[in-house]
């Protein structure tokens, strides 16, 4: 159980869906596991497991997934940028920073498993303000 979940866990940090370029959520993950019928082995390291349950996912054709960050463009309200900064670094890889006189462009790389936990935290600190 354990096992599964950091295989779970690796998928979601490091894969997302082909089709939408969007991270798929661990819980979408954890099922196609389950329809791959993956068995994690509490002795073999997670990475490779996870690699081994990707080649069962591709066989039976449950989803099309791209290994890599997600490319995007992050827009802060000037007001909000300095509480944002932190949490960006925390989240992405920076590429690129422009301040405009009202707002703060990062061109950045997500994981796609932190892009859900950075969207919301962004939504929250800046009363919905910021758009990824």
Known sequence: EQKTKQVVNYLN???RDSATNLPIPPARFDAL???AK????P???HEKQALEALKLIKKKNL???TEGAIDATITVPIAYTGKADGVIRK???IAKEDYEEKFAVFRV???PGN???LKAQLEKMTNGDASI
């Open 13 to 15: 940090l490091n894969f």
């Open 33 to 35: 596991l389950h329809e």
């Open 38 to 41: 993956f068995h994690a082995d």
């Open 43 to 45: 002795d073999t390291p």
């Open 63 to 65: 989803v099309t997934l």
């Open 91 to 93: 989240n992405c890889t």
């Open 109 to 111: 790389s997500i994981p």
């Open 115 to 117: 892009y859900e936990k």
